[in-house]
């Protein structure tokens, strides 16, 4: 994706998100999709990834294992899109 | 400027206390009582007029008492302040004498204090109550903030003054318009909580009054808020004589925000629903209303079935926690979320999913506030809890099964607080009725009459005469009996041969379109 801003979102040390939380980070990523901005979130785990999985949010965001992963994956968007 | 002198006799102390002990026991309005304790500071300093400024929500000091030494009130707009001696109390919160006769050219040279043709002027600040800061640790270490002053003429310059008195004076003023503050605020909250409690009255009354009831499927709920008033919804509309659309949501948050938002997804749900639409699409045309209408943050999570006589239930779980039914056997399935939430993505996709439910199977659609109930040591109830309370549910009524679930929850939790609000709809569903089904298929069948109790035909299910007939001596005095015979009976190959269950109206195609509308509906992205 080639956005205008890329946004990435390391949340290991969240353990817990409840439906305000969610809402919150919905509005972030509507608002990045309306800027044609990208937000990429890192390290989704335990009760966090439940409730994205229940939500059906897993299949909007774009999730990656670490910091790295997630910063290379937007190089290759550009190479894709150059 | 000079140092305010303290010199003061036991004479004077005594008086100055009398004074004080005046102000002690003022008459109860606000304005009377800083009248009298400008009066007071006007006794103790022998000022000829006295005033008392307070600060505005603007950060501007008004008039709010004024006062000569003859207990005369001279208008408020008449009193002459000097704004330039104002600025230097609020700049340094600390007592001002300014006289004409003095050495300090820089004050004496303003021509805002030689307007006012006074010999003397004495301003004490009046700072915030020091309690009040002390128990709020943001501020704690910060200039205690100044509340208004207490500003007093005088022809003559001031002299004797008594410093203690005059500060005790203006802790005084603090104390008064603080606990008129106070006083206020509690009046104001007490308003606000009165109209919670009929939000929550008025949310209450949305609730189904009675919920269907009848031969084929008996149908309860109930919701318990968090506060006065609650994020969860519940409702049950009647499509037709055989077919109920059963919905469960839950706003994101709590309070009064998420049950105004309740109330209206409840509200389109009533609405939309009774067009008898296809669930999915009745989703959609909610999801798109509140993606229109509703704050950006905002999003519920809801269940919403559609459940005909024959057992079919169609269902879109949107982001929802999963319902659940209780099989015969005891064995307990999961009605997992397959969709977005509504409010999220107005160009969401809805697929639904279908399953059959036999005759004797339970189904409960429930909150996350089920779940998430939380014991005083942190831990959850869980889905696990809440299955294992179906399993070892004896299946007797639905009533039965609701107060298992609130009972459960209840133990579990041990009384520690709620931590989320808490929905649950429960439905019994017995069985075709012969209505619906060959009459020759049934006549004789005894354990069918056993297994439908007489019960009650209210709420919205009108019973017809042949529904009637079909319950006709049974009674509950062998309701034991035949839920056995029920339980047995709604799992029973036997039946569905017989009755020609459900099962085989169901579509191969439309189970296939229900289960695989994965893909379908993810977003495209940027």
């Given at each position: 994706?080639?956005?205008?801003?890329k946004?990435?979102l390391?949340?290991?040390?969240?353990?817990?998100?409840?439906?305000?939380?969610v809402?919150?980070?919905?509005?972030?990523f509507?608002?990045?999709?309306?800027?044609?901005?990208?937000?990429?979130?890192?390290?989704?785990?335990?009760?966090?990834?439940?409730?994205?999985?229940?939500?059906?949010l897993?299949?909007?965001?774009d999730?990656?294992?670490s910091?790295?992963?997630?910063?290379?994956?937007?190089?290759?968007?550009?190479?894709?899109a150059? | 400027?000079?140092?305010?002198?303290v010199?003061?006799?036991?004479?004077q102390?005594?008086h100055?206390?009398?004074?004080?002990?005046r102000?002690?026991?003022?008459?109860?309005?606000?304005?009377?009582?800083?009248?009298?304790?400008?009066?007071a500071?006007?006794?103790?300093t022998?000022?000829q007029?006295?005033?008392?400024?307070?600060?505005?929500?603007?950060?501007?000091?008004?008039?709010?008492?004024?006062?000569?030494?003859?207990?005369?009130?001279?208008?408020?707009?008449?009193?002459?302040?000097?704004?330039?001696?104002?600025?230097?109390?609020?700049?340094?919160?600390?007592?001002?004498?300014?006289?004409?006769a003095?050495?300090?050219?820089?004050?004496?040279?303003?021509a805002?204090?030689?307007?006012?043709?006074?010999?003397?002027?004495?301003?004490?600040p009046?700072?915030?109550?020091?309690?009040?800061?002390?128990?709020?640790?943001?501020?704690?270490?910060?200039?205690?903030?100044?509340l208004?002053?207490l500003?007093?003429?005088?022809?003559w310059?001031?002299?004797?003054?008594?410093?203690?008195?005059?500060?005790?004076?203006?802790?005084?003023?603090?104390?008064?318009?603080?606990?008129?503050?106070l006083?206020?605020?509690?009046?104001?909250k007490?308003?606000?909580?009165?109209?919670?409690?009929?939000?929550g009255?008025?949310?209450?009354?949305?609730?189904?009054?009675?919920?269907?009831?009848?031969?084929?499927l008996?149908?309860?709920?109930?919701?318990?808020?968090?506060?006065?008033?609650g994020?969860?919804c519940?409702?049950?509309?009647?499509?037709?004589?055989?077919?109920?659309?059963?919905?469960?949501?839950?706003?994101?948050?709590?309070?009064?925000?998420?049950s105004?938002?309740?109330?209206?997804?409840?509200?389109?749900?009533?609405?939309?629903?009774?067009?008898?639409?296809?669930?999915?699409?009745?989703?959609?045309?909610?999801?798109?209303?509140?993606?229109e209408?509703?704050?950006?943050?905002?999003?519920?999570?809801?269940?919403?079935?559609?459940?005909?006589?024959s057992?079919?239930?169609?269902?879109?779980?949107?982001?929802?926690?999963?319902?659940?039914?209780?099989?015969?056997?005891?064995?307990?399935?999961?009605?997992?979320?397959t969709n977005?939430?509504v409010?999220?993505?107005?160009?969401?996709?809805?697929?639904?999913?279908?399953?059959?439910?036999?005759?004797?199977?339970?189904?409960?659609?429930?909150?996350?506030?089920?779940?998430e109930?939380?014991?005083?040591?942190?831990?959850?109830?869980?889905?696990?809890?809440l299955r294992?309370?179906?399993?070892?549910?004896?299946?007797?009524?639905?009533?039965?099964?609701?107060?298992?679930?609130?009972?459960?929850?209840?133990?579990?939790t041990?009384?520690?607080?709620?931590?989320?609000?808490?929905?649950?709809?429960?439905?019994h569903?017995?069985?075709?009725?012969?209505?619906?089904?060959?009459?020759?298929?049934?006549?004789?069948?005894?354990?069918?009459?056993?297994?439908?109790?007489?019960r009650?035909?209210?709420?919205?299910?009108?019973?017809?005469?042949?529904?009637?007939?079909?319950?006709?001596?049974?009674?509950?005095g062998?309701?034991?009996?035949?839920?056995?015979?029920?339980?047995?009976?709604?799992c029973?190959?036997?039946?569905?041969?017989?009755?020609?269950?459900?099962?085989?109206?169901?579509?191969?195609?439309?189970q296939?379109?229900?289960?695989?509308?994965e893909?379908e509906?993810?977003?495209?992205?940027?």
């Amino acid at each position: 994706m080639a956005g205008k801003k890329k946004i990435v979102l390391n949340v290991g040390d969240v353990n817990y998100i409840d439906s305000i939380g969610v809402g919150v980070l919905v509005a972030c990523f509507n608002s990045a999709r309306s800027h044609d901005a990208a937000l990429k979130l890192v390290n989704v785990w335990s009760r966090f990834r439940e409730v994205l999985q229940m939500t059906r949010l897993l299949t909007v965001f774009d999730t990656y294992d670490s910091e790295s992963a997630a910063i290379q994956s937007f190089r290759k968007s550009l190479r894709a899109a150059g | 400027m000079t140092p305010i002198m303290v010199p003061s006799p036991e004479i004077q102390v005594e008086h100055h206390l009398g004074v004080l002990a005046r102000t002690g026991v003022a008459p109860p309005g606000l304005l009377d009582a800083l009248t009298t304790i400008v009066d007071a500071a006007i006794e103790l300093t022998h000022a000829q007029q006295g005033a008392l400024l307070l600060v505005k929500s603007s950060g501007n000091f008004e008039v709010t008492v004024a006062r000569d030494a003859q207990r005369g009130s001279p208008p408020l707009h008449q009193v002459q302040i000097s704004s330039s001696v104002l600025r230097r109390v609020m700049g340094s919160q600390r007592e001002l004498i300014v006289t004409e006769a003095e050495e300090d050219s820089s004050m004496a040279r303003q021509a805002s204090i030689g307007a006012l043709g006074v010999h003397s002027i004495l301003v004490i600040p009046v700072d915030k109550l020091p309690l009040a800061e002390a128990r709020d640790t943001t501020v704690r270490g910060r200039r205690s903030e100044l509340l208004g002053v207490l500003y007093l003429h005088s022809r003559w310059p001031f002299f004797h003054l008594d410093r203690e008195a005059l500060r005790m004076l203006a802790r005084k003023v603090a104390v008064v318009v603080e606990n008129a503050a106070l006083f206020a605020a509690l009046c104001e909250k007490a308003r606000l909580d009165h109209e919670v409690e009929i939000t929550g009255q008025i949310q209450r009354q949305m609730q189904p009054v009675q919920f269907p009831r009848g031969p084929e499927l008996d149908v309860t709920g109930f919701t318990v808020e968090c506060h006065a008033v609650g994020g969860d919804c519940l409702d049950v509309v009647k499509l037709s004589d055989k077919r109920h659309g059963l919905l469960v949501g839950d706003i994101a948050g709590k309070g009064i925000p998420a049950s105004l938002l309740a109330s209206l997804l409840q509200g389109l749900f009533v609405t939309i629903g009774t067009l008898d639409l296809p669930p999915e699409e009745v989703v959609s045309r909610v999801n798109r209303y509140l993606c229109e209408r509703s704050p950006e943050d905002w999003y519920a999570t809801l269940f919403y079935a559609i459940l005909d006589s024959s057992g079919r239930l169609d269902y879109v779980n949107a982001g929802h926690v999963p319902a659940l039914i209780r099989r015969c056997s005891g064995k307990v399935e999961s009605l997992e979320s397959t969709n977005f939430p509504v409010g999220m993505f107005s160009d969401a996709k809805y697929t639904r999913a279908t399953t059959q439910i036999e005759a004797g199977n339970y189904l409960l659609i429930y909150t996350d506030g089920i779940p998430e109930a939380k014991n005083r040591r942190g831990e959850f109830f869980g889905e696990a809890g809440l299955r294992r309370l179906l399993e070892e549910f004896p299946g007797q009524t639905v009533d039965d099964l609701a107060e298992v679930v609130r009972a459960g929850v209840r133990a579990f939790t041990e009384g520690a607080p709620q931590s989320d609000d808490i929905a649950v709809l429960a439905g019994h569903y017995r069985g075709a009725s012969l209505s619906t089904t060959s009459v020759r298929a049934l006549k004789g069948d005894a354990c069918l009459k056993r297994s439908r109790p007489k019960r009650p035909l209210v709420g919205r299910i009108r019973a017809t005469k042949t529904e009637l007939s079909l319950s006709k001596g049974t009674d509950h005095g062998t309701h034991n009996d035949g839920t056995r015979i029920e339980r047995h009976y709604g799992c029973g190959h036997e039946r569905r041969d017989r009755v020609g269950g459900g099962k085989q109206r169901v579509p191969r195609e439309d189970q296939r379109a229900a289960h695989g509308g994965e893909k379908e509906d993810r977003l495209e992205r940027g």
